[in-house]
């Protein structure tokens, strides 16, 4: 059974930091590139950051370019966000996404919130 479980989200104050953490299996892990999508309410789901299969390659939205840093860890099949320097405009439900190298396989997490207010 494939499985994308999130956790991290909460409420942060603005310039605080949350890690976000995207647990994988049921799939081969290292086989995948591995991205971090956002969805605030009203708006369209947004790649935030993607990290290649090696980890050797990341890309990032402009929005967060310099505050958000993705990584992955394929001997323990996971991949992080370390969020800092937080707006309230990055509030938006945060969703894990593994999309195979060669093919169109992929699969979603279900998503965890990030909230950030004073």
């Known amino acids: 059974q494939v499985q994308l479980v999130e956790s991290g989200g909460g409420l942060v104050q603005p310039g605080g930091s949350l890690r976000l953490s995207c647990a994988a299996s049921g799939f081969s892990f290292i086989g995948y590139v591995m991205s971090w999508y956002r969805q605030a309410p009203g708006k369209e789901r947004e790649l935030v950051a993607r990290?290649?299969?090696?980890?050797?390659?990341?890309k990032y939205a402009d929005s967060v370019k310099g505050r958000f840093t993705i990584s992955r860890d394929n001997a323990k099949k996971s991949v992080s966000l370390q969020m800092n320097s937080l707006k309230p405009e990055d509030t938006a439900m945060y969703y894990c996404y593994a999309g195979h190298s060669w093919t169109s396989i992929d699969y979603w997490g279900q998503g965890t919130q990030v909230t950030v207010s004073s």
């Open positions: 990290i290649t299969s090696g980890g050797g390659v990341t």
